[in-house]
Nanobody, 116 residues
Framework: QVQQVESGGDLVQPGGSLRLSCAAS????VSWYRQAPGKQRELVAA???????KYADSVKGRFTISRDNAKNTVYLQMNNLKPEDTADYYC??????????????WGQGIQVTVSS
């Protein structure tokens, strides 16, 4: 089993910025989800198979998913944060194995609170 590492998250004021990090190699399919209290988990940002990116309508223009292969890290840059962004954020990655199989690994969740 691969140990997934997520970092970042904080109490931030509206309009502020925050960057979340997830350990992931360039061979992994990675996406970011979030879940607000009492709400369903939703897809926030992801890389597509064509090499592009996709975002939830609520975060378009404010959030950016990127990766640094040299550091084996995927980031979620969150700008102009709003109170509605308050949630637990999860990194999901499809991890390849030596046998050629894959499995989905979820992070433990990163708490982000946007409030004055």
């Amino acid at each position: 089993q691969v140990q997934q590492v997520e970092s970042g998250g904080d109490l931030v004021q509206p309009g502020g910025s925050l960057r979340l990090s997830c350990a992931a190699s360039g061979n992994m399919s990675v996406s970011w989800y979030r879940q607000a209290p009492g709400k369903q988990r939703e897809l926030v940002a992801a890389f597509t198979s064509s090499g592009s990116t996709k975002y939830a309508d609520s975060v378009k223009g404010r959030f950016t998913i990127s990766r640094d292969n040299a550091k084996n890290t995927v980031y979620l840059q969150m700008n102009n944060l709003k109170p509605e962004d308050t949630a637990d954020y999860y990194c999901r990655k499809v991890v390849p194995t030596d046998s050629g199989r894959t499995f989905a690994a979820w992070g433990q969740g990163i708490q982000v609170t946007v409030s004055s």
